[in-house]
């Protein structure tokens, strides 16, 4: 079983910059592709990012892209995303995840993460 934990999530003018963190239970934290998915009002749960066991390969959605990054740290079984120019289209839920898969690399598909976190709000103002 795997816990995970968001925080940094809050209120931000267009154009700054957020860091989220999540902190997973466990000692297997190498074992696992972590994401970042969100979800905004009214809208499907969107896939952000994808970061794979070693922090070798990394994915992002077409909409993030440049200006979120993903990192690891498996020593502090932490997993970060680092946003950007932040737009007021990125207010939403963010939730991480995990997906128990330490030969893979990284994965956009919800379904296939066993562990989720409970969000946390990230709301850009204009």
């Known amino acids: 079983q795997v816990q995970l934990v968001e925080s940094g999530g809050g209120l931000v003018q267009t154009g700054g910059s957020l860091r989220l963190s999540c902190a997973a239970s466990?000692?297997?934290?190498?074992?696992?592709?972590m994401g970042w998915f969100r979800r905004a009002p009214g809208k499907e749960r969107e896939f952000v990012s994808s970061?794979?066991?070693?922090?070798?390969?990394?994915d992002y959605g077409e909409s993030v892209k440049g200006r979120f990054t993903i990192s690891r740290d498996n020593a502090k079984n932490t997993v970060y995303l680092q946003m950007d120019s932040l737009k007021y289209e990125d207010s939403a839920v963010y939730y991480c995840a995990a997906d128990r898969n330490p030969w893979g690399t990284v994965q956009r598909v919800p379904g296939r993460y066993e562990y989720w976190g409970q969000g946390t709000q990230v709301t850009v103002s204009s």
């Open positions: 970061i794979s066991p070693n922090g070798g390969i990394t």
């Open positions: 466990g000692r297997t934290f190498n074992n696992y592709i």
